[in-house]
Structures are given as structure tokens and as C-alpha cells.
């Protein structure tokens, strides 16, 4: 890691719409919040913005409100006053858990929502310091030619470690983006490309604002495995959320993150509605995640390992969550 900084500016809007207006007139800026990602990759030569827009002057990015609609979540909200909110807790539980999963209790007084949303995708090649980098050359990613990961690929594998975002996904959360043209709202999952180099279906200043959530989310989990208990990134992270008539799937829905280059809602969950969840259906999940995932030699365990272990992780919460309604 390098000794210091390289020189930049700071900008301080009070408001969205100015936070924006300077992101834009300034090419090479890139916004910040908690910056426990940003200012990791600004010391080691990663990233070097000339101008950072600091966006914890802006009061509207770090409200939580509820209304009958559901629950709106500011982006600057940060992870520890996620994790300890109440309401969150009752009834987005896999929300709250994995927002309490998050790196350690430092890293979440400062981190944020959006930051986290946001977070640069990661790999072994690629979170390294200066020197070790240019050694072999640097990545596809970043000044390079070559994905050292897949050398006769076209794209980059580094993979997406976020938390919250599975979490959301199951609950069908939509994220406003305010930019050049206003604000839109898409769905979480369209805010996300299968490309580590480019995996942000953003705009030139465009800024993540807000999640929404539904006002009645099923119920759900979130679990994750990773090298040490606290602080390391998922090597694997599972987000479930079931709804049973009776004995019988409801609707099921599961999240991945730490395995990709983007977090992804498994697809073919539908066809267990209206079946028991019995052992047959718990091996088809496993199967079904299996085919889906696609981990890479991105992190220090093994490809395989994680494959597996996102299999037992959404086979377990199935089953948590089978027991616990």
C-alpha cells in the first residue's frame, strides 16, 4: 500500500443536484461517502481522482422513512444505523443480517448504503498494491490487457462482494439514480452488468440516491461465508426469502453475491411453488445454484469451494426458513 495520497480536491454540495453538477463537471472526480472502499484503492494506486465529491453534507441521502408504501432508504444511510434500526430488523431480517455481516464495527459506522450498492468488484490480481501489480503487468481491469484469471477471455471476472445486495434483490427492491437528465428508478437487479470491469449500469455522474423497499416482505435470511468470521468479504453470500401455503412453496426467491461479477437473483426458483420442501427439492436448489454461479480464481479459496458452499449456504436457509414460519 502506498505511504501516502496523491493530491486531490474536495467538493462539498448540499444537495443531490448539485452533488451531481460537480461529479459532472469534473471528468475525472468520483463521489464519496464512507470511502472504506475508494480511499483502500486510492492508496495503492488504484484509482486517482483529481477531485473527490463528499457527499455526507446532503441530509436527504441519510434518512430511513416508512410510509404504506413500503420503506424508502437513503444511500447515505449508513451500515451501523442500518443494522440497528428497528424496524429493518422485524421485517427485512436479511437486510438487517447482512448489513451487521459487514466488515467490522468501524467499517459500518462509516460505510454506506449506496457505497456498498456501489462496491468496486474485487480480485486477487487486482487489490494488490502498485508495485505488484505493475510486476505482472496489471489486470484487464486496470491498465492492463489481459484478465489473468481467464488469459484467452474478453472480459474481466473480478467478482462482486456487497452484501446488502442480495439481500434486496429478494425483496424486488428498486433504487432511484439521479443524473444529467433527473432522477429515474429502475429495479435493483437492472443496476448491475456481468463484467468486472464494468459492472454499474451507470452514467457519466450518475449517483445512486435511494432503495425502496415493499411494504409486506416475505420472510428471509442472509448468510455468507468468508475466510475469517469478521471483516473479510464474502467468498460467498446467500440471501433467501419463502412464503409457504401450508407445507407447500409459496414463492421463493434467492440472491447471490461474492461469486460473480454482479449480484444476481437465481433464475427457475418458480418452478418449486406448490411443492414441499423436502430433501428432493433442497438437491434441486443445490444443483440449481451450481449451474448458476460462476466463481473464478478471484480470491484466495478455491472456485470450487465457493460453487459449493453457495449451494449449502441456500440450502440451509431454505430450510431455516421452512422451519421458522
Request: hydrophobic share 45%; with cysteine.
Amino acid at each position: 500500500m502506498s505511504a501516502s495520497l496523491a493530491e486531490f480536491r474536495i467538493a462539498q454540495p448540499n444537495t443531490v443536484k448539485e452533488a451531481v453538477a460537480a461529479c459532472l463537471k469534473h471528468p475525472g472526480s468520483r463521489y464519496v461517502a464512507g470511502g472504506t472502499d475508494l480511499i483502500v484503492n486510492m492508496r495503492r494506486g488504484i484509482s486517482g481522482p483529481d477531485l473527490l465529491v463528499d457527499l455526507s453534507g446532503i441530509d436527504e441521502l441519510s434518512e430511513i422513512k416508512t410510509d404504506g408504501r413500503g420503506v424508502t432508504i437513503g444511500a447515505g444511510v449508513t451500515i451501523a444505523a442500518l443494522a440497528r434500526d428497528k424496524a429493518i430488523a422485524s421485517r427485512y431480517r436479511a437486510l438487517a443480517q447482512a448489513a451487521a455481516a459487514i466488515a467490522g464495527p468501524g467499517h459500518r459506522v462509516m460505510a454506506t448504503v449506496g457505497g456498498n450498492l456501489c462496491l468496486d468488484t474485487r480480485c486477487i490480481y487486482y487489490n494488490q498494491s502498485e508495485w505488484w501489480r505493475s510486476a505482472n503487468a496489471y489486470c484487464l481491469k486496470n491498465r492492463g490487457t489481459v484478465c489473468h484469471v481467464a488469459p484467452q477471455g474478453q472480459r474481466c471476472h473480478a467478482a462482486f462482494s456487497g452484501d446488502l445486495a442480495p439481500a434486496l434483490l429478494v425483496y424486488g427492491a428498486e433504487v432511484d439514480i439521479a443524473g444529467a437528465q433527473g432522477q429515474r428508478r429502475i429495479p435493483l437487479s437492472e443496476l448491475y452488468v456481468e463484467d468486472g470491469k464494468a459492472h454499474l449500469a451507470l452514467a457519466a455522474g450518475e449517483l445512486v440516491v435511494a432503495v425502496h423497499l415493499p411494504a409486506a416482505p416475505p420472510p428471509s435470511a442472509y448468510e455468507k461465508v468468508r475466510v475469517r468470521g469478521a471483516i473479510d468479504f464474502p467468498l460467498a453470500g446467500v440471501a433467501a426469502a419463502l412464503t409457504l401455503s401450508g407445507t407447500n412453496v409459496g414463492s421463493l426467491r434467492i440472491a447471490l453475491t461474492g461469486t460473480n461479477s454482479r449480484p444476481f437473483l437465481l433464475a427457475g426458483t418458480e418452478v418449486f411453488a406448490g411443492r414441499p420442501v423436502d430433501d428432493k427439492l433442497l438437491q434441486e436448489i443445490d444443483r440449481l445454484v451450481q449451474k448458476q454461479v460462476q466463481p473464478m480464481r478471484t480470491t484466495i479459496a478455491s472456485a470450487n469451494y465457493r460453487r459449493v458452499a453457495a449451494a449449502a449456504l441456500a440450502r440451509r436457509l431454505v430450510s431455516k426458513l421452512t422451519a421458522r414460519e
